[in-house]
C-alpha cells in the first residue's frame, strides 16, 4: 500500500544519494514501510563513486520514518588507498588517501504541487 496520498497535507521530496551497493537494501526497506522511490544512476565524489539518487514523495508526518529507512540500510566506512610513487616523488615520499565513503547524502525539499495521472 502506498503512504503518499492525493490530499494528505504537506508533501517533501526526498533525494537520497546513495552507493550503489546499498541501495537495493533501501528500496527493500522503503516498500516494506508502504514508500515508493525512484532511481536513477550518479557518479561524484572524490573517487567516482557510482551510486544511485532515490526521489521520494513523502507526507510531512512520514519524513523521520523514511529518513530513519535510510539512515539504518546505509553506512560509511573509511578507505585508505596507497599513493604510488611518481617519477618525481620517492617511494619514501609517497602517502596514502583516506576518504569516506559509502553512507547517504540526503536533500529534501517542499513540494508545491504532486499530481498522479
Same mark, same amino acid.
Given at each position: 500500500? +502506498?503512504?503518499?496520498?492525493?490530499?494528505?497535507?504537506?508533501?517533501?521530496?526526498?533525494?537520497a544519494v546513495v552507493p550503489r551497493d546499498e541501495? %537495493?537494501?533501501?528500496?527493500?526497506? *522503503?516498500v516494506a514501510g508502504g514508500f515508493t522511490a525512484t532511481f536513477t544512476d550518479s557518479r561524484g565524489?572524490? *573517487?567516482?563513486?557510482?551510486?544511485q539518487m532515490l526521489?521520494?514523495?513523502?507526507?510531512? %508526518?512520514?519524513?523521520? +520514518?523514511?529518513?530513519a529507512v535510510i539512515?539504518?540500510?546505509c553506512h560509511s566506512h573509511v578507505r585508505v588507498e596507497a599513493?604510488?610513487?611518481?617519477e618525481d616523488i620517492?617511494?619514501?615520499l609517497s602517502g596514502s588517501l583516506t576518504t569516506r565513503v559509502g553512507g547517504a547524502v540526503?536533500?529534501?525539499?517542499?513540494?508545491?504541487?504532486? +499530481?498522479t495521472f
Amino acid at each position: 500500500m +502506498e503512504r503518499m496520498r492525493r490530499g494528505d497535507g504537506p508533501v517533501k521530496m526526498v533525494m537520497a544519494v546513495v552507493p550503489r551497493d546499498e541501495t %537495493e537494501s533501501v528500496l527493500q526497506a *522503503l516498500v516494506a514501510g508502504g514508500f515508493t522511490a525512484t532511481f536513477t544512476d550518479s557518479r561524484g565524489g572524490m *573517487l567516482r563513486q557510482a551510486q544511485q539518487m532515490l526521489f521520494i514523495a513523502v507526507n510531512k %508526518e512520514d519524513l523521520e +520514518e523514511v529518513m530513519a529507512v535510510i539512515r539504518d540500510s546505509c553506512h560509511s566506512h573509511v578507505r585508505v588507498e596507497a599513493e604510488p610513487a611518481g617519477e618525481d616523488i620517492p617511494p619514501s615520499l609517497s602517502g596514502s588517501l583516506t576518504t569516506r565513503v559509502g553512507g547517504a547524502v540526503v536533500f529534501i525539499w517542499d513540494i508545491d504541487r504532486c +499530481e498522479t495521472f
